[in-house]
């Protein structure tokens, strides 16, 4: 089964820091865009920021500057290092693949006390 499995969440305080993962369970991977998605309690779901294969990166205006994605091809895994935390950087966190077919994790918590 083609599956996303995110990891690294959790809860953080303004200013801080948290590495989100998620790898992929097939090779197809390597060549899908991937990327990284928000929704906050009662919001739509949000691009964050994307990476091609071929390292070609978008962000959000929210988090350019403070957020950086990765990829690593071999091991068909994305990671998103967030610095500089905001209490409205809460939300649940899913990682995305696409775009001939979409692929979507489960989700991940992200939660940033004030």
């Known amino acids: 089964q083609v599956q996303l499995v995110e990891s690294g969440g959790g809860l953080v305080q303004a200013g801080g820091s948290l590495r989100l993962s998620c790898a992929g369970s097939?090779?197809?991977?390597?060549?899908?865009?991937m990327g990284w998605y928000r929704q906050a309690p009662g919001k739509q779901r949000e691009l964050v920021a994307t990476?091609?294969?071929?390292?070609?990166?978008n962000y959000a205006e929210s988090v350019k500057g403070r957020f950086t994605i990765s990829r690593d091809n071999a091991k068909n895994t994305v990671h998103l290092q967030m610095s500089s935390l905001k209490p409205e950087d809460t939300a649940v966190y899913y990682c995305?693949?696409?775009?001939?077919?979409?692929?979507w994790g489960q989700g991940t918590q992200v939660t940033v006390s004030s």
């Open positions: 097939d090779s197809i991977f390597s060549i899908y865009t």
């Open positions: 995305y693949a696409g775009p001939w077919s979409n692929y």
């Open positions: 990476i091609t294969s071929g390292g070609v990166t």
